[in-house]
C-alpha cells in the first residue's frame, strides 16, 4: 500500500466518524422530543460503517480499497421510557408521557469513542505524510 492510497483510506475513516459524531449529536439534541413530524416520540438513530473490500480484478493501488463507508443509519427499535407528566402536552388520557429512546450517558460514551478515533486516524495521516516528507528527503 503506498502512502496516498493510505491517506485515502484514512481520510475516509475521517467522513465515517464526522457522520458518527453528527448523529450523536442529533440524538442528544433531540433527547427531550416527544413528538416529532411522524408525532411519536424521536427514535434514537444508530450508525452501522462497512469497509469496502477490493473486487476482483482490482489492483493493490485503488484507492477505494479498504475504505471505510456508512452501511446504514437506522433508527433504534428500543421503546423510550413512559413519564407520569398529566401538564405535558403529549400526555395520554392516563397522564404518561412516551420519551425518546435516548440515553444521555449512552451517546456520551458514543461521543467520546467517536471522536478519539477521529484522533487516531488524524494522527495516521499526519504520520503518513511525515513519512512521505522524509523518503522525498532521503535523495538529496
Do not use: C
Not at 458518527?20 to 416520540?41: C, L, S
Request: aromatic share 4%; proline share 6%.
Amino acid at each position: 500500500m503506498n502512502v496516498i492510497s493510505g491517506i485515502n483510506v484514512t481520510a475516509s475513516a475521517l467522513d465515517a466518524e464526522k457522520t458518527r459524531m453528527d448523529i450523536v449529536a442529533q440524538n442528544i439534541a433531540n433527547a427531550e422530543t416527544t413528538h416529532g413530524p411522524d408525532g411519536k416520540p424521536y427514535q434514537r438513530k444508530l450508525v452501522s460503517f462497512e469497509t469496502v473490500m477490493k473486487t476482483a480484478g482490482a489492483t493493490a493501488s485503488d484507492p477505494e480499497a479498504g475504505a471505510v463507508k456508512i452501511a446504514e443509519v437506522k433508527n433504534d427499535p428500543t421503546p423510550g421510557p413512559l413519564v407520569y407528566n398529566p401538564q405535558h402536552p403529549d400526555a395520554d388520557a392516563n397522564g404518561m408521557v412516551h420519551m425518546p429512546n435516548v440515553n444521555l450517558a449512552f451517546e456520551m460514551v458514543d461521543l467520546i469513542s467517536s471522536t478519539r478515533a477521529y484522533e487516531a486516524n488524524l494522527a495516521v495521516v499526519k504520520n503518513a505524510k511525515q513519512m512521505a516528507h522524509q523518503a522525498l528527503s532521503i535523495g538529496h
